[in-house]
């Protein structure tokens, strides 16, 4: 069973794709090279058609919906989020302004252009305008969603949240299913044009770079949670290791909700707070994610003789941590949702943006490692701040964060614990009376 898991999970079907891609290079005709150029075109195409759609339907109800969810504490929660993948943003930028002049001398990706003529291009082009500009899209998400937390309609918020579920059944039938293929192309293409080992060896300095860089992340999100709540970090980052290696297994941070409820509890953290945050973080916590997004987007940018200038970075940071509160909560999900950003904000091209891809779920289980260890963190810090108590009132409107069913499922699993210790209790009495 574990077996059918690897080998059905999406990071198993990018190394394949990697692999074949590369394999495949050496002795694919052109002709049937074209054949995957020709659908990498349409692919690239139909994500651009679509990114717009997908963060209007992602982003407007995650907003509204903190004017229906838990009062002040959805907010502080939210923006400590939000802040933490501000500063994984930064973070890489400043790496990648000291670091990736030494790393990455001498190396290129894949510019613009560096498709031959008349060996891999596509046998057919299709246009497929956007209905609207990413950034038009995300103005208008932002837009809608602060004015329906003032608009209490029921109706609009159904609309767009049903909008939301139409999209997220799109990523994960059609486009998730068809990105390994989407990679092969790729790989293939890089295969057959002489880019490969440049691409290659930049590539695996920037993944072990981003691993290092998730672990500094934690110690920096656990040391200054460590000093508002008096604690000591290392000993608190200790104790949600369990949920790291769990979410490293798993690369699902709602699949790992119990494990790190249970670890942020040993950290001293009350039920009820912990109920609250971590079902919620799991959601809009994506601190790691950013770091992935990040570092691997400015390797592609200095690589390419792409200036990285701090307002553009920036920019394109602000923009990101909007997109990773709202990130669809599917493997691949966030940098789908950052595809529109990376054209828009950075001007990739579609082979720069299916590098990405396969970059970013190449580390997925690691990223996913450092959102959930750091949930434990802004747990601790609102513990503090609300004094160790949210009350059950202020979960109410939660389903459509999903917080209800997680935090139901804790209890649950609690209640059946309690009940199975009791009866044990009850039979260990019962034999010693008869004893």
């Known amino acids: 069973m574990d077996l059918k898991r690897i080998t059905s999970s999406l990071l198993f079907k990018i190394v394949v794709a990697i692999i074949l891609g590369i394999a495949c290079s050496f002795f694919f005709p052109v002709w049937l090279a074209r054949v995957f150029a020709t ?13 717009p ?6 982003i407007t109800p995650a907003i509204a919906g903190l004017g229906r969810g838990a009062g002040k504490w959805l907010a502080v929660t939210t923006a400590i989020a939000y802040l933490s993948a501000l500063v994984a943003g930064l973070i890489s930028w400043g790496l990648a302004t000291v670091l990736y002049p030494v790393l990455l001398a001498g190396q290129e990706s894949v510019k613009t252009g560096d498709i031959e003529k008349g060996a891999l291009e596509p046998y057919l082009k299709v246009d497929m305008p956007a209905p609207m500009e ?11 969603g602060v004015a329906m937390t003032s608009v209490k309609s029921d109706t609009l918020y159904g609309g767009v949240a049903d909008l939301r579920r139409v999209v997220m059944k799109v990523i994960t039938v059609m486009i998730i299913p068809l990105l390994p293929v989407y990679i092969f192309g790729l790989f293939l293409s890089l295969g057959m044009n002489g880019k ?10 920037v993944l ?7 672990f500094i992340m934690l110690i920096v999100q656990y040391s200054i949670a460590g000093t508002i709540v008096r604690k000591n970090p290392f000993r608190s980052l200790k104790n949600m290791m369990p949920a790291y290696f769990t979410a490293l297994g798993t690369s699902s941070s709602a699949a790992t909700i119990p494990v790190t409820y249970e670890c942020t509890r040993k950290n001293g953290v009350s039920a009820s707070v912990a109920g609250f945050v971590i079902p919620l973080c799991a959601t809009i916590h994506l601190s790691g994610s950013m770091l992935k997004i990040t570092l691997f987007a400015f390797a592609v940018m200095f690589m390419d003789g792409m200036h990285i200038p701090l307002g553009v970075a920036v920019g394109f940071i602000l923009m990101l941590g909007v997109t990773m509160v709202a990130a669809p909560g599917v493997p691949g999900g966030a940098i ?15 082979d720069q943006v299916a590098l990405m ?11 996913t490692a450092c959102n959930v260890t750091g949930d434990g963190a802004i747990a601790l810090v609102i513990d503090k701040l609300a004094k160790g ?34 009866d044990q209790q009850s039979a260990d009495q019962a034999t010693s009376k008869e004893a």
């Open 39 to 51: 659908f990498n075109g349409l692919f690239g195409n139909f994500l651009g058609f679509f990114v």
């Open 53 to 58: 759609v997908l963060i209007f339907a992602l």
């Open 134 to 144: 990413v950034m038009t899209a995300l103005i208008l998400a932002f837009v809608v």
């Open 196 to 205: 490969l080992v440049d691409v290659l060896s930049a590539f695996s300095k």
């Open 208 to 214: 072990v770079l981003a691993i290092v860089v998730s």
């Open 336 to 350: 789908t949702a950052a595809v529109g950003l990376l054209s828009a904000s950075l001007g990739f091209n579609d």
């Open 357 to 367: 891809i396969a970059a970013y779920i190449a580390i997925d289980s690691f990223g």
């Open 389 to 422: 108590t949210i009350q059950r009132s202020e979960l109410d409107d939660d389903d459509e964060l999903g917080l209800a069913a997680a935090i139901a499922g804790i209890e649950e699993t609690e209640e059946k614990e309690a009940e199975g210790k009791a």
